[in-house]
């Protein structure tokens, strides 16, 4: 009996407990990421190297639990999975690191978490999404649109005290520092919010992927090898020396295999199940943690400044993010009632 009770807890608090060791998995990479690129790390060879490893950690699950789905996949398919790559790894994770460089790993995680928020206004511009002004709902996700987009620009604008650390990696503190400027941080804000509106878009785009080829491991697989292929060709096109392509036993490598496992196949089979237990909504309303985990962690490891207009953001922006999940989970739950209404009354009516 008590062993009965004990697996239905542990079933229910699954989701939950997946959902933060994903958070955990993302915080590790932006930690990892700021450091290998800081100390000069090419961009691209990272994003190459570490898709193509993220490819081959899936292809297993990909020929486990999907078998021989690659040979149902068609030219018109791979079309959309090469869009899928560029508009989902290519171009928000090359912006995303770009920007990551400029700035600092406790501000550019701030972007990942609004990134809901940037979906929901590309899907109202393209009306994929109704506005919803005369519904407490509707309004409720408009507030938490404001708030985050204002928490955004508390962070940007407004500094207030600053509380500094001696980072425990002491050797990076320095280097990561150095590429942090007034300059740098408007570049930099410019290309997380560009790499933003790119995610945006890919998850726009993720309805057509799975309407054309309705396998997700060998979706996913086929989206990050060419997505490796992609940011290849364009790193050999920017940079031809092989020291910029080289890797050894160091803190590169290790951050290139811990994305590559963690924060690609072990984070995509995490979400996924979380997904099919609590429904699409529930993932996202953990983005938040990474942005505690590593605003804490950077301060503490990697010497990141934290500041007053930083800290108030940070709450601004999740309390936001919540208001606008909330919104969202409760529209898609009475959403969800009509249809199963409909569907009875429909069922009447025929036995009638």
Known sequence: MCEGKHEGWLERWKPALYMVLVQIFT???ILLSKVVISDGMFVFALLTYRSLFGALIILPFALFFEGGAWKKLELKSLCWISLNAILGYAIPMGLYYYGLYDT?????????????????ILALIFRMEKLGLCSLLGNMRILGTLGCFGGTFLVTLYKGKVFHWHAIIREHQEVVHKSVSNE????????????????????????????????KYWSSMMTCLLGGIQTGVVGIILKRDSKSWHLGYNLQLLTIIYSGAFSTAAKYSLNSYAVEKRGASYPPMFNALSLIFTTFLGFLFLGDDLTIGSILGTIVIIGGLYLFLWGKSQDVRHGNSRKARSDNTIEDRSAV
């Open 104 to 120: 600092t790993s406790s501000y550019s995680v701030i972007f990942l978490n609004i990134i809901p928020i940037a979906t929901y």
């Open 184 to 215: 740098n941080q408007l570049r930099g804000t410019l290309l997380l919010v560009g790499s933003c509106f790119a995610f945006a878009c890919w998850y726009l785009l993720q309805s057509k992927v799975l309407k054309v080829y309705p396998y």
């Open 27 to 29: 915080t590790g990479m």
